[in-house]
């Protein structure tokens, strides 16, 4: 399985201990996707098939929710994930623009990371902060009133962290 986020578990391991915390009821499938999600940063094909066994449930059910579902990712995020919205009122003062413009800086495309693994980028819908678009998040951080010049800034900023 892939790194989890922590650095600190064994993956398999962690799963399992992940897994014990629910009852085998195909009920808490979404709750377990989230667990995983939030401690691997992305949900491994390996891990969708030990939930899938342990659940009694079909690969294909579980890949499913997974794929439906836009707040799971079948890949890891990079260390800095950065979202565009493109919800109305951002799209309407120009968020496609910023959103291009990330594209060109960083050489990927949505959904994509950067070889490094410092960067990916996703497209959202409204964030709920309308009142500053249009938006862009690294991490969760909202950056409002966003211009083209305002992004290479930041993007700047976290280019030269070394962390």
Known sequence: MGNC???????????????????????????????VQEHYGYIPTSAQMRIAEYLGLALAEVYGVVTFYSRFTLKPKGKYNIAVCLGTACYVKGSEKILDR???????????????????IEETRCIGACGLAPVFTINGEVYGKATVQKLDQVLDEYMKRED
């Open 5 to 35: 986020k922590c650095g600190n578990c064994k993956p398999d391991e962690e799963l399992e201990k992940i897994l014990k915390e629910y009852k085998q009821d195909k009920d808490n499938l979404i709750q377990i996707l989230n667990e």
């Open 102 to 120: 990330v594209k060109e800086r960083l050489k990927i495309d949505v959904g994509e990371t950067t070889p490094d693994g410092k960067f990916s």
